[in-house]
């Protein structure tokens, strides 16, 4: 009996989730959104891995929508009024409550597709999710001769259409071999900025805090994922060239790496170039079961260069007792 009850506070739960995604996408489809509309969006996509993945999941459904859009644009703007208006009761009566009658129209064109099974699935949409534990490395080909190589601790989710191929990187670190020749573009989706390759290798890693993109070969272009970006440029890297970009999608300034300090996991390495002791720590700790702690800063700030097994925890320890003071 319990986990009956479990089950369907789970599913109600999702289905909640699932809901509010809808309405945040209609919203910043509406073209209507704020300012704080956009902050608080972002907000809830960073609260839980799940409302990005149904906020996603929103996003590559409009994507495939084509014949129905005018039908559906209609919906939307219509559905914005309803949210506008919701937005005028008291703060204190939760916004999604008053905001679902409205969307209900959308609710049925959008979900149902998905549901009923129907031009969804003869649209040829194809859908898998990859994943690796701690310390596991994994090379995987895709249906369409892409070769992905996952590094430790990543989870990666595939959606490939009669018209794109796009990827998204919820976290972890992996590396992008791109097949050409295939007509559709492919873009990883990573935090709140897409990834879309011409012709190229890059490799995205994705923390907690942040994303960085290092082209290996060729070049990539980076911009907003979200449907109502305020900004319309494609920052443009080519090979040897890294960004990185936070939760609030703000770009660092494009750098040149070294190219085997990023890559020398591929070989089950890690390549410090003068990097503060800190650091190191922390990136052998995604490799690693158990914790090492620095409890002196002054430790933390020390420079370490040299290059380490992954997997070698005692190798590591030993080679830094004799490099550090």
Avoid at 150 to 155: A, E, F, P, Q, R
Avoid at 191 to 218: L, P
Avoid at 277 to 289: A, D, F, H, N
């Amino acid at each position: 009996m319990n986990q009956i009850v479990g089950e369907q506070a789970e599913s109600h739960d999702a289905a909640s989730i699932a809901a509010q995604a809808l309405e945040w996408f209609v919203l910043l489809q509406s073209g209507h959104a704020s300012s704080a509309d956009q902050r608080t969006w972002q907000r809830w996509v960073d609260a839980d891995p799940s409302h990005r993945r149904e906020f996603d999941r929103c996003c590559d459904l409009w994507a495939e929508v084509d014949s129905a859009k005018p039908l559906l644009r209609e919906e939307l703007d219509h559905a914005a009024c309803e949210w506008e208006r919701a937005a005028q009761r008291p703060i204190d009566v939760p916004l999604w409550r008053h905001s679902l009658a409205g969307f209900s129209a959308v609710l049925t064109l959008l979900l149902a597709a998905v549901i009923a099974g129907g031009w969804w699935f003869a649209a040829g949409v194809e859908t898998a999710e990859y994943r690796t534990a701690k310390g596991e490395r994994r090379i995987v080909i895709l249906s369409d001769g892409s070769m992905v190589t996952l590094n430790t601790g990543t989870v990666m989710g595939t959606v490939f259409s009669r018209s794109k191929r796009t990827l998204t990187l919820w976290e972890g670190e992996a590396l992008f071999a791109v097949a050409h020749g295939d007509g559709r573009p492919f873009e990883v989706l990573a935090g709140n900025r897409v990834v879309r390759d011409i012709g190229t290798q890059f490799v995205v890693q994705k923390s907690e805090q942040r994303v960085m993109v290092t082209v290996v070969e060729g070049a990539v272009e980076v911009h907003r994922s979200e449907p109502a970006a305020s900004d319309h440029l494609w920052q443009r890297l080519t090979a040897g060239e890294q960004v990185a970009y936070g939760r609030s999608g703000a770009m660092s300034p494009v750098k040149t790496v070294s190219l085997a300090e990023a890559t020398a996991w591929l070989e089950g390495k890690i390549l410090f170039e003068d990097r503060p002791l800190s650091e190191v720590i922390r990136e052998i700790g995604r490799y690693q079961r158990g914790e090492i702690r620095i409890l002196d800063p002054r430790i933390g700030a020390l420079k370490v260069s040299g290059v380490f097994g992954a997997d070698d925890r005692t190798g590591f320890l030993n080679a830094l007792e004799r490099a550090a003071p």
